[in-house]
């Protein structure tokens, strides 16, 4: 038994040739072997390796290793405008499937972009705007197929209620659309941003369960809202909570005396509903004087609105920190529906570049009478089932929404109110994902208090501190989980050289006079306190447990480190702390398995030295069985 079984070693190490009979274990033989370090590595290429991980999970450029010039030139504008990827295929058989899906999707798109504008308080030519320059930009830049691009209701609801607590947009309605541009302008510049910094993992934060609680509360909100279009209520609160919100309701009643005579009208087909309620206001106008429509609606293209960012005065900061907000729940939802439907027809949607293209058409969007689009639901899964094969869809949409813009404006004159607000109340309703949220309750009890936070925050406070509140929740089960990780106590499943945890597994047993240990989480200063007092705490339950049932003492406590995946000075002393105070109840402290930079770590402390006469070790196995044969020699 002379042969050191666990001397650490840089990078290819042999293995020994020490065998553990099986006699002495009453196991099958067993090899040991070594623990090696890590091959060494300057710390320019420790920090290059960790940045690549970081920023580049996906080898951007793999694609341009041994290219020539010349077709590393074609790789690059295929990179950077994924139309060259798809247009040099294109044939006439997915022009045809794309102009079909784009004339479906513009039916929908026009009704919609109305009114989401209305949603967001602005002019509703706006959201026509918005859905003819920003699909343009995207199916040059875009790499969804099935996208469509538009306005969207939730950051038309956040817009609308950023913005409107600062600005009247009735009272000072130039200084609004001013703000909404800006907004729109700081947006595309934060979405941009993050992808040319490959920064997506700032948007993770906003987790499905903040998500499925804020679209919920957002469509109550919404809905509700809506009861001023379908009542026909004048003096309405703009604030967007529920109970100002349903104050007004009540204390408006006798205003509500213009009955939402065309409710009736189905917005399941958003175009015809517009369609047939204007034609029927129109023929009945001399006796509808009651029926609030949306009158005027100029005709011609985007006009520039360059002219109109807001970058100086007291209102900046509201239109910067409405666009940061805005941009956020745009890009998570864009990216989101992207990859759905990517899913769908098993191709990958690259999340950097989607975070350009959305931001660059947000930013040329607001230097034409646009605000905020993104991919919406609806729309990508119109898109969808109408047969869409390539970004050409949108093209189509725009092209449907210029001709609208040129010639049909006067169409719109007659159009009533309560369609818009129908229209806007079956799109929202859709939002409210009962089933995700009893999914939640059932999988995750954390997830769902982050899910009802956002609910009732958006509900009962405002949208955006109801958003706050929910990511702060998010972030503390973050916290939590790295501050308080699990640990538990391993046995070991006859037969086999397999050490589970022991409340799961039935048949898994104690080892005598071991006690071995798992954690499931780096060591950081964090959470090194928590473990020590935790890991001392297994030891004394423990050894009441063996007292209690006349066991074998406890000699030896191994820590098996397999799930550690990274370890900090603080982390550092507090394993040295553990052993100091097990050596002083002369018990031994052995690790198992410890990952290559967490090994890295320990011997560069020169802490790794006290634990290589048998307490080193590369799996729980080869621990229990090379200290059991120390024992019975």
Sequence with gaps: ???????????????????????????????????CLPPEQSTFQKLKHRVSEIFFPDDPLYRFKNQTWFMKLILALQFLFPVFQWGSEYN?????????????????????????????????????????VPP????????????????????SLVMGSMLSEVVSPGEEPILYLQLAFTATFFAGLFQTSLGLLRLGFIIDFLSKATLVGFMAGAAVIVSLQQLKGLL????????????????????????????????????????TSVILSTLLVFLLKSKAHGIPVIGHLPKGVNP??????????????????????TGILSLTEGIAVGRTFAALKNY???????????????????????YVTTGSFSRSAVNYNAGAQTAVSNIIMASAVVVTLMFLMPLFYYTPNVILAAIIITAVIGLIDYQAAYKLWKVDKLDFMACLCAFLGVLFVSVPLGLAIAVGVSVFKILLHVTRPNTMILGNIMGTQVYQNLIRYREASRVPSFLILAVESPIYFANSTYLQERILRW???????????????????????????????????????????????????VLANPVGSVTEKLDKSEILETFRLNGLYLSVGEAVAYISSLWKA
């Design 1 to 35: 038994m002379g042969v050191n079984s666990n001397r650490v070693e840089h990078f290819a190490c042999p293995e020994t040739n020490l065998i553990i009979p099986a006699e002495l274990v009453a196991m099958p033989p067993l090899q040991i072997h070594k623990v």
């Design 92 to 132: 006439v058989s997915l022009l045809r499937s794309d102009v079909i899906s784009g004339l479906t999707i513009a039916s929908l798109a026009i009704p919609q972009g109305i009114s989401y504008a209305k949603l967001a308080n602005l002019p509703p030519i706006v959201g026509l705007y918005s859905s003819f």
């Design 136 to 155: 343009l930009i995207y199916a040059i830049l875009g790499s969804s197929r099935h996208l469509g691009v538009g306005p969207v209701s939730i950051a």
């Design 232 to 271: 026909g209520i004048v003096h309405f609160t703009s604030k967007m909570q529920i109970i100002p919100v349903i104050s007004s309701v009540l204390n408006q009643k006798d205003e509500s005396i213009r009955k939402p005579k065309l409710f009736w009208v189905s917005a399941a087909a958003p175009l």
């Design 304 to 325: 520039p609105s360059l002219n109109m960012l807001y970058f100086s005065g007291p209102h900046l900061a509201v239109a910067i920190k409405t666009g940061i907000v």
């Design 348 to 370: 990958q949607v690259d999340g950097n570049k989607e975070m350009m293209a959305i931001g660059i058409m947000n930013i040329a969007g607001s230097c034409s009478s646009c």
């Design 539 to 589: 030891i004394r339950e423990e050894e009441e447990w063996i007292k209690a049932n006349n066991g074998s003492p406890l000699k030896c406590v191994i820590l098996d480190m397999t799930a550690v995946t990274a370890i900090d000075t603080s982390g550092i002393d507090t394993i040295c702390e553990i052993r100091k105070m097990l050596e002083q109840k002369s018990l031994k402290l």
